[in-house]
């Protein structure tokens, strides 16, 4: 589990509880699970594209959008989508996907009927569940005690090599490699500041 107000700091003055904290990596770790992956990199397209219940009414559109990442929308029929901005770099797109799959949980009624914390404002904790569903703890802890890099890491999971530093920063791991500058950059400032997704 997670110190206490490691996430979320950008959008409340209140640390978040630790149950909410670990509410959300159960969240990632079981959609993980449903879905039989076992390895990286997180294949979030493919979720998308074999949608769970929670997501059956789910779609992905792939466009040139300018503003976001990627951006989750309800439409009127009640069928949702996710849109994600394909003159991004990839690893940027994956993690966008991944943080709005969160937002697109938050509006389920599956959250609804759980009472799931902070329903009406999703990205308190949709950074915070993309970095666990791509680099979820039980993969992330063996490579603590190995000597590699950021950039290695990044490569690994696929995504920027911001993303991989905040994740070490919240699970206390060091990191080493030209990156590693970065990595002590985000420990100073703490994991309150989200920059991921101008990272390439």
């Known amino acids: 589990m997670l110190p206490r107000g490691t996430i979320g700091r ?85 993690a966008g996907i991944a943080r709005e799959l969160y937002v697109a949980f938050c509006r389920s009624p599956r959250a609804a009927e759980l009472h799931w914390p902070r329903c009406e404002q999703p990205y308190v904790y949709g950074e915070f569940f993309a970095r666990c569903l791509l680099m979820p703890a039980a993969w992330m802890r063996p490579v603590c005690v190995e000597a590699v890099s950021l950039e290695d890491l990044a490569i690994r999971f696929g995504v920027p090599v911001r993303m991989v530093a905040r994740r070490l920063s919240e699970m206390g791991c060091h990191a080493s490699g030209p990156g590693a500058a970065l990595f002590a950059h985000g420990a100073r400032n703490g994991p309150g500041c989200d920059c991921m997704v101008n990272e390439g």
């Open 10 to 94: 950008e959008y409340t003055d209140k640390e978040p509880p630790n149950t909410e904290v670990f509410l959300v990596e159960c969240l990632a770790w079981g959609l993980l699970r449903a879905y039989g992956i076992a390895e990286p990199p997180v294949p979030v397209r493919d979720m998308i594209k074999h949608p769970l219940p929670i997501f059956e009414r789910l779609t992905l559109l792939e466009l040139n959008l300018g503003l976001y990442d990627a951006t989750y929308r309800p439409l009127l029929d009640g069928s949702q989508l996710i849109a994600v901005d394909l003159a991004k770099p990839g690893v940027v797109q994956r």
